[in-house]
């Protein structure tokens, strides 16, 4: 459960969210297995992924969305994916308050490591990862292809300055960025611009975090943004 933040600025740990779901230790170490051998196989078969780092990762979402059929193997197969992420970045989707069937947006995706983690949590929920570059979405398009498959990650090629919600789109229980300058003091006009878009894709009481914490610190959105548009 994570506690209350009581006003601007205050600070989200780890500790406040502990994961809910343990992986079973044997189908971690099978899923270990399964890559190796998987990766060995695509090698002999003239695929050399086996030492290919940027097939790596694309590698490992394909085996990892093998294991998702129940509940426990979608726990596997979560962690797996955390054990592919920067220590940093596996802290802070460990500190995100997400849960199964929610609608989560990532701001700022870059190739996608964060996005494809947390859609491994998300039940029947759905992440939207979106980045202004269109080199980091191909990137996070090319790694991401199971969880896309799956209905449980979209991409898109958009600001947050920018950000709408499509004809007929849900609005997101939760947005978080990691190093986005508009949303971290670093360029305050387009932070307040983007903060207008954010609130409008955010259900009534939808809640923004960004790094800057202990990892993350909530935005308290001002109330009169709070279900813009």
């Not at 809910?20 to 002999?44: C, N, P, Q, W």
């Not at 129940?70 to 989707?93: F, K, N, Q, W, Y």
């Not at 004809?167 to 670093?186: K, M, N, S």
């Not at 960004?210 to 959105?221: C, S």
Request: charged fraction near 20%; proline fraction near 6%.
């Amino acid at each position: 459960m994570v506690s209350a933040v009581s006003g601007p600025g205050a600070q989200i740990t780890r500790a406040q969210t502990p994961m809910k779901a343990s992986a079973s230790v044997t189908m971690l170490r099978a899923f270990h297995t399964s890559i190796a051998a998987e990766g060995h196989r695509r090698s002999v078969a003239g695929r050399n992924e086996s030492n290919d780092r940027q097939a790596l990762p694309r590698l490992a979402s394909e085996l990892a969305w093998s294991y998702a059929a129940s509940p426990v193997d979608a726990a596997c197969a979560a962690t797996a994916h955390m054990s592919a992420l920067s220590p940093r970045l596996a802290e802070i989707v460990n500190t995100l308050p997400i849960g199964p069937g929610m609608r989560v947006l990532e701001i700022g995706c870059g190739p996608g490591a964060a996005a494809r983690a947390i859609a491994a949590r998300l039940g029947t929920g759905h992440i939207l990862a979106i980045d202004r570059s269109a080199k980091a979405i191909a990137q996070a398009r090319q790694h991401a292809a199971a969880e896309i498959a799956s209905g449980r990650m979209s991409l898109r090629q958009v600001s947050a300055e920018d950000l709408v919600l499509l004809p007929g789109e849900q609005p997101f229980d939760l947005a978080f960025a990691i190093r986005v300058g508009a949303l971290d003091g670093r360029h305050p006009e387009a932070g307040r611009t983007a903060l207008a878009h954010i609130a409008a894709v955010l259900r009534p009481g939808g809640r923004l975090f960004v790094d800057g914490g202990d990892p993350l610190r909530e935005v308290l959105l001002p109330r009169w943004l709070d279900g813009v548009g």
